[in-house]
């Protein structure tokens, strides 16, 4: 499967942005999908993470009440909706999808296809 993350931008603190993730070739159902991000001189840290149904979402504390992570299988597309961001969550944003797609994906070294990041930066 091949992912190409999109959505990101510069926005104040307080501001939503809606992240997608788009997917190509067959089986994005059988996915388990999550995000992370990583930000400058920073490791690649989880942020949340979704079954092949969407029946199960799983977040980081830091951003649980906040961010929604959700899916369509139909449009091959994983979201993320983010409110109330904050300047710590500048990040560039990556999606990954893990074969297994039962699990809760949490670690990067779980993932085994990566999508190209997109930029999230939050001013204060």
């Known amino acids: 499967v091949q992912l190409q993350a999109s959505g990101g931008g510069l926005v104040q603190a307080g501001a939503s942005l809606k992240l997608s993730c788009a997917a190509s070739g067959p089986s994005f159902s059988n996915y388990a999908m999550s995000w992370f991000r990583q930000a400058p001189g920073k490791e690649r840290e989880f942020v949340a993470a979704i079954n092949w149904s969407g029946g199960t979402t799983y977040y980081a504390d830091f951003v649980k009440g906040r961010f929604t992570i959700a899916r369509n299988n139909a449009m091959k597309t994983l979201f993320l909706q983010m409110n109330s961001l904050k300047p710590e969550d500048t990040a560039v944003y990556f999606c990954?999808?893990?074969?297994?797609?039962?699990?809760?994906?949490?670690?990067?070294?779980?993932?085994?296809?990566w999508g190209k990041g997109t930029l999230v930066t939050v001013s204060s």
């Open positions: 990954g999808a893990d074969s297994n797609g039962h699990t809760i994906m949490t670690v990067p070294e779980g993932i085994d296809y």
